[in-house]
């Protein structure tokens, strides 16, 4: 048995090591594949063996039996708030007073970025984590203990990296969600038909409230530790020496803190974090300063609710208020119609904001916005500014409720709203914006990638009668092109040679930048390998269609409906005449190493791009899909892998790292990884 035990203690001790130096040292040292076999052959290990397993197992972060509600528990000591300085003559005022406050001179202090999430405390005793719970009031909080194991940059058992571990620890820190993990989640959402995240914070604060663990632990929580609790039996003398010990414990520590000793250090400090937030990958929204010295604090001591010795300096608001002016009908290239308000023009995060998108009908009424209505604006990033709500307090009465209408404001044509759907749909497909959006997506870098052709010449074409649908583009002439406005000779010899060059294409290029509902780049890869030729595909029967791995009845009947208009027949022979013509694969049949094989995607991808990924494949004779099946031959993950590569494992898919599958594709030599 003791063998069988010093086989556990080294998984642990492996899996422990590989979380350290990915969450905390930002330096993996095994691929993920290889890490998800370690954490299995560990519950393999403790499935068998039951009484070895322990609550600081790596394996116990996967989320418990759903709670019906949250207990509350008591912190030891307050989870003080911090007094706010609003701006930077608030920010020397404090520095005063702590200079007036202490009988020494000398004194120094710790900045650091105040991140936009959920404040918690971790309690570890003897080094083993017990309990965690949310601020709350700061005397008492909720008891989150079982959402909180699943975040795998707190550590279960504290690290022994020459330091000595305390018989009681409180660690504070605030949980969050960085800004691509949060468009990630968002997106899941949508496609769940569940409702989006207002923000980061939010989403981090829902996501740790969850009575059902395992839902906490698909989310992509991360947290930076910052505070000190109760710590019994290791002492520190400064914050800063608190901070240092830290992750040598194994807890993540922001890498942004600075030492200040002057009113302009701090200033600066707060300067250049204000200019960098909208660079970081997580959201502050301010800075904090603490007294470094644990002896100064203590003389400064307490004010009701906040400590003396600490201050948080707020950002502007990266949400402000507005009014919107009008909503806008706007029209897709599929018919789509979206409603957008125009907004009385407000700066948030240093940019004007003037539109922001309201999506659907359904979300409309759900917020309750009217035109003439004060909201809250949003903006994170490089994220579309949205409304996050209402304010109905400040309604006059001369408010109008908003309707998508039923008439298209292009032209005039029905708006229809499929019961299968959110979004309304003009249904006249030559109205002139759906045709706008048709070219432009024809243009575009993953279908023909006409280079030059922007929005702003598409509309000009379309509006002066030049062009009325996408196989127009190539019968333009460069003197037909010099009298548009600000279009000059080296321009318009341009865009003739992009033309030119985009007629020779691939075949899936092509039936993906025809626009056909519910087809992109992949689904156009297997009808290509599919019919290798346009003619067999636009003569397809239904039954033909819907019999191909990956297409099914909806997108069978897409293509059947496409094919079967004849003014969609027209643009397509239009296109060949004008001389499109398909290239052939340069690999041979022979070179196929992967032929027949089904890759699926997951995660993010560092190294390159996910379309890139699915060219490799797909040039070696494979294809790809979106959903993990029996039928799935590999299955590459990324970084934030979330519930396809837990169903990879259990339907025991051969699964790779990025880096094995890129060694693969080098070699041409097929891996068989089976977990």
Not at 134 to 163: A, F
Not at 232 to 246: E, M, N, Q
Not at 626 to 652: D, F, P, Q
Request: aromatic share 6%.
């Amino acid at each position: 048995m003791d063998k069988i035990k010093n086989k556990i203690l080294k998984l642990k001790n492996q899996i422990n090591q590989a979380n350290h130096q990915y969450y905390i040292l930002d330096n993996p040292i095994i691929s993920d594949t290889q890490y998800d076999l370690l954490l299995r052959e560990l519950q393999e290990y403790e499935k068998t063996y039951p009484k070895y397993l322990t609550s600081d197992s790596p394996t116990q972060r996967v989320g418990s039996t759903p709670l019906k509600k949250f207990s509350t528990t008591t912190h030891r000591i307050p989870l003080l708030s911090l007094d706010n300085a609003m701006n930077t003559g608030e920010i020397r005022d404090f520095y005063a007073r702590i200079k007036k406050g202490l009988p020494e001179e000398s004194f120094e202090l710790i900045a650091e970025p105040k991140i936009d999430g959920l404040a918690v405390e971790l309690v570890y005793e003897n080094g083993i984590f017990v309990s965690g719970s949310t601020r709350g009031d700061g005397i008492t909080g909720e008891n989150i203990t079982q959402n909180l194991r699943t975040i795998r940059s707190i550590p279960l058992k504290l690290r022994d990296d020459k330091i000595q571990i305390p018989s009681l620890l409180e660690v504070r820190g605030e949980v969050y969600i960085n800004k691509k993990d949060f468009e990630k989640l968002n997106d899941r959402q949508l496609d769940a038909g569940k409702q989006i995240f207002a923000n980061p914070r939010n989403a981090a604060a829902g996501s740790l409230r969850q009575l059902n663990s395992k839902i906490t632990a698909k989310r992509p929580l991360k947290i930076f530790c910052y505070s000190l609790g109760t710590c019994t039996g290791v002492t520190f003398s400064t914050h800063l020496d608190f901070l240092k010990a830290l992750p040598k414990w194994g807890f993540p520590v922001n890498p942004l803190i600075e030492t200040c000793r002057t009113p302009e250090q701090m200033e600066n400090y707060h300067n250049k974090l204000e200019a960098i937030r909208d660079d970081l990958d997580y959201d502050i929204d301010g800075v904090v300063y603490k007294v470094n010295s644990i002896s100064q604090q203590k003389f400064l001591g307490l004010k009701s609710r906040t400590p003396r010795w600490a201050i948080a300096g707020k950002f502007k608001a990266q949400q402000e208020i507005t009014q919107i002016l009008e909503i806008e009908a706007s029209i897709g290239r599929t018919g789509a119609v979206t409603p957008v308000a125009h907004l009385k023009p407000v700066s948030i995060g240093g940019v004007t904001v003037s539109n922001a998108t309201l999506h659907n009908q359904d979300e409309i009424d759900r917020k309750d916005i009217h035109i003439g209505d004060w909201v809250i604006i949003q903006r994170a990033g490089d994220v579309i500014p949205q409304v996050v709500k209402a304010i109905p307090e400040r309604r006059t009465g001369n408010e109008i409720a908003y309707k998508i209408p039923n008439r298209c404001p292009i032209c005039n044509s029905q708006v229809i709203r499929d019961e299968k759907e959110a979004k309304h749909r003009c249904q006249n497909i030559n109205c002139p914006a759906q045709i706008k959006g048709s070219i432009q997506h024809f243009a575009s870098k993953n279908c023909m990638d006409i280079d030059g052709l922007g929005q702003k010449l598409v509309y000009q074409l379309v509006d002066e009668g030049l062009i009325n649908n996408v196989a127009d583009l190539y019968y333009l002439h460069k003197d037909t092109l010099l009298k548009l406005d600000r279009m000059g000779e080296k321009s318009a010899q341009n865009l003739i040679d992009s033309l030119n060059i985009s007629k020779k294409t691939s075949l899936s290029r092509l039936i993906s930048a025809l626009g056909i509902p519910n087809i992109g780049r992949h689904l156009g890869k297997v009808l290509e390998n599919h019919f290798e030729s346009l003619d067999k595909l636009m003569e397809a029967s239904f039954e033909q269609l819907n019999e191909i791995d990956g297409v099914g009845q909806i997108v069978a009947q897409s293509i059947k409906n496409f094919f079967s208009d004849e003014k969609n027949r027209l643009t397509v022979i239009k296109l060949l005449e004008a001389g499109i013509t398909f290239k052939t694969s340069e690999i041979s049949n022979d070179d196929k190493f992967l032929n027949g094989k089904t890759f699926v995607f997951t995660g993010t991808l560092t190294s390159i791009t996910r379309n890139e990924a699915k060219e490799m494949v797909e040039k070696y004779g494979a294809r790809t899909a979106s959903s993990v099946s029996k039928k799935t031959n590999y299955v590459v993950i990324g970084e934030n892998a979330g519930s396809k590569a837990e169903k990879a494992r259990k339907l025991e898919l051969n699964i790779m790292s990025e880096k094995e599958f890129i060694h693969m594709i080098n070699s041409r030599k097929i891996y068989s990884l089976k977990v």
